[in-house]
């Protein structure tokens, strides 16, 4: 998967909705993939870009979090976290594990991975 296609991935597993023309809703919030600027000729306000999932431990964990619901998906989550270190340092933690190694996980354990 691209970064852009994970972004995407997980911001769906976070529960923003994409309305088709590449703006993203939740909670009366709308967000771009990349973010726009403010235009000041036709007065429109800037848009944030989608959380940086692939980059941030404060914007996967929560998302993660969300998901642990189950014993199969904790299960799925850290077979496939163990299987992003093949040295073995995650081992089975969040502490060592960087945010790509997470959303990836993630993307794994929810079926959303495409290869």
């Known amino acids: 998967m691209t970064p852009t296609e994970k972004i995407i991935a997980i ?3 976070d ?3 994409d309305n088709g023309a590449g ?5 009366k919030e709308v967000r771009s993939l990349a973010g726009d ?11 944030e870009a989608l959380p940086n999932y692939l980059n941030s431990r404060d914007a996967i964990v929560p998302v993660i979090d969300k998901h642990f619901t189950n014993h199969t998906f904790e299960n799925d989550f850290f077979d496939a976290l163990d299987k992003s270190d093949p040295d073995g340092f995650v ?3 969040y502490l060592f594990a960087t945010p790509l190694q997470l959303s ?4 794994r354990a929810t079926g959303k991975w495409k290869d």
């Open 104 to 107: 990836d996980a993630l993307l």
């Open 11 to 13: 911001a769906k597993l």
């Open 23 to 27: 703006y993203y809703h939740k909670d």
């Open 15 to 17: 529960g923003w909705k």
């Open 37 to 47: 600027p403010i235009d000041s000729d036709q007065h429109y306000e800037a848009v």
């Open 91 to 93: 081992n089975k933690s």
